[in-house]
């Protein structure tokens, strides 16, 4: 499932962490990847120790833990801190696959990447090129959000970046262990949830709206791991 998740930062937000991101140093991306992502992979990054991106990243997880849509949506069960990137002069990142096991830092416990986020911290008008691909079974879907919103996307896809050729795209991007594994059953989780959250609005509660809010908790019952 692809998921457009308007509005994680606001406008003041996204100032505050430009702010302090266009005046750091960024190092070579191709540190935190392996090799086939090393060979494809042309942007920089914020070192995953930086003391500026554990600060921001800490902002990003706050907004996210007040954010209803992202947790019914990715169903977190661990997140790893938020990464930061930067795209200019042609810098794009080529097709690959996220690692599927990565290291809490600190921790060093495994966390299984279920979930991938993109969270956008340009205007779209600032630069060219940079679009996110993903593809699906559905094809190839583009994606460049207003700066504040985020995509979430299942971490099993073929996705890149392409060149960014006027200005510089930057974002923040993590990845999230989900308590529901398989993307076609936290689909239908989150179809489910926002089918009975619209309905509520709508009805109130009645008797029906109970027994499918109990069916909703006896399938995640059946399906999370924790
Ligand atoms: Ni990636």
Same mark, same amino acid.
């Given at each position: ?15 505050? /962490?430009?702010?302090?991101?266009? %005046? ?6 191709? %540190?935190?990847?392996? #090799? ?5 992979? $042309? ?28 947790? #019914? ?13 930067? =795209? ?6 080529? #097709? ?6 990565? $290291? ?8 299984? %990447? ?6 956008? *911290? ?5 630069? !060219? ?8 079974? =559905? ?9 504040? !919103? ?20 930057? +974002? ?6 989900? /308590? ?5 059953? $936290?689909? /239908? *989780? ?8 619209? *309905? ?5 509660? +009645? ?8 069916? =909703?908790?006896? *399938? ?5 791991? #924790?």
């Amino acid at each position: 499932m692809l998921l457009h998740i308007p509005g994680v930062l606001d406008r003041e937000q996204v100032a505050a /962490m430009r702010a302090r991101l266009d %005046t750091t140093g960024w190092v070579d991306g191709r %540190t935190t990847v392996g #090799a086939q992502g090393a060979q494809v992979k $042309r942007n920089r990054q914020l070192g995953d120790t930086s003391p500026l991106a554990i600060e921001l990243g800490q902002v990003i997880l706050t907004a996210l833990a007040n954010h209803p849509l992202f947790f #019914a949506a990715a169903l977190p069960l661990r997140t790893i801190p938020p990464l930061f990137n930067s =795209y200019a002069g042609g810098e794009h990142y080529g #097709a690959h696959v996220d690692g599927a096991m990565r $290291r809490l830092p600190g921790s060093g416990a495994w966390v299984r %990447t279920d979930v991938s986020s993109t969270l956008f *911290l340009s205007a779209p008008e600032d630069y !060219d090129g940079g679009e996110l691909i993903i593809t699906d079974v =559905y094809g190839e879907h583009e994606v460049k959000l207003p700066a504040g !919103d985020l995509i979430l996307y299942p971490s099993t896809s073929i996705h890149r970046v392409e060149p960014v050729t006027r200005g510089a795209r930057v +974002c923040s991007f993590f990845w999230t262990q989900s /308590m529901v594994r398989d993307d076609l059953r $936290r689909a /239908m *989780l989150f179809e489910l949830d926002q089918n009975i959250q619209s *309905l509520r609005a709508r009805l109130g509660d +009645c008797p029906e709206l109970v027994g499918l809010t109990g069916h =909703y908790h006896n *399938l995640l019952r059946q399906w999370s791991e #924790a």
